[in-house]
């Protein structure tokens, strides 16, 4: 069964404009969550995470934002850029686990 | 620093033949995991790996095995191949420490068809 889940296949954003990326999860027993950037013939590469400690985290353009109570967190980036243009997933682990559970991932395509 | 290594990039099987792929993490890093990333389905995980003990295990059937050696390089099998094995099996090594966290260091995969 899909643990984590990202509703939207895909995301098409103007230049410059805000990109927010949707992904919920069912497990109330993770505490870790992150994001991964991965870009064709490419492994994907890590770009922010949060522990459920905490409601946000930002690093430059991107921000998570965590909301527990209803098992869901976002991605935004602003502004977006067109080396933004990527496949998104979004994971989870619980403290004791050594995997991580990830989503189906979202198409971000930034247009100039 | 080199990254985490992957071979073969790409190959070609038929049903019913196997298949061993070969990873190598980045220096220093003792736990390897195996993904399989499929259209439609993300990224689903298939073993972990941990000095040369297998520590957690997904849902997948007995065709799919794995093995650590003591240099850490890892190796996953995939026996009597079938269409639906066609993937790109990724393989991520984690440094010491880093387990909590979950970040993980991706190789570039091995695209593997079944005809």
């Known amino acids: 069964d899909q643990q984590v889940k990202q509703n939207s296949p895909s995301l098409s954003v103007q230049e410059g404009r805000i990109s927010i990326l949707n992904c919920d999860y069912t497990n109330s027993m993770f505490d870790y969550f992150l994001w991964y950037k991965k870009y064709p013939a490419e492994g994907p590469t890590f770009l922010i995470s949060i522990s459920s400690i905490k409601d946000k985290n930002e690093d430059g353009r991107f921000t998570v934002f965590l909301n527990k109570s209803a098992k869901h967190l976002s991605l935004h980036i602003v502004p977006s850029q067109p080396g933004d243009s990527a496949v998104y997933f979004c994971a989870a682990r619980g403290s004791n686990d050594y995997k991580l559970s990830f989503g189906a991932g979202t198409t971000v395509t930034v247009r100039a | 620093k080199a990254g985490v290594t992957q071979t073969p990039r790409y190959l070609i099987k038929t049903r019913g033949q196997q298949v061993t792929l070969s990873c190598s993490p980045i220096?220093?890093?003792?736990?390897v995991s195996w993904y399989q990333q499929t259209p439609g389905q993300g990224l689903q995980f298939l073993f972990e790996y941990f000095s040369e003990t297998q520590r957690n295990k997904g849902n997948f059937p007995g065709r799919f095995s794995g093995r650590q050696f003591s240099n850490s390089r890892s190796e996953m099998n995939v026996s009597t191949l079938e269409l639906g094995d066609s993937a790109l099996y990724l393989c991520a090594s984690s440094p010491p420490g880093q387990g909590y966290t979950g970040e993980l260091f991706f190789g570039e995969g091995s695209r593997l068809t079944v005809l």
């Open positions: 220096s220093g890093h003792r736990s």
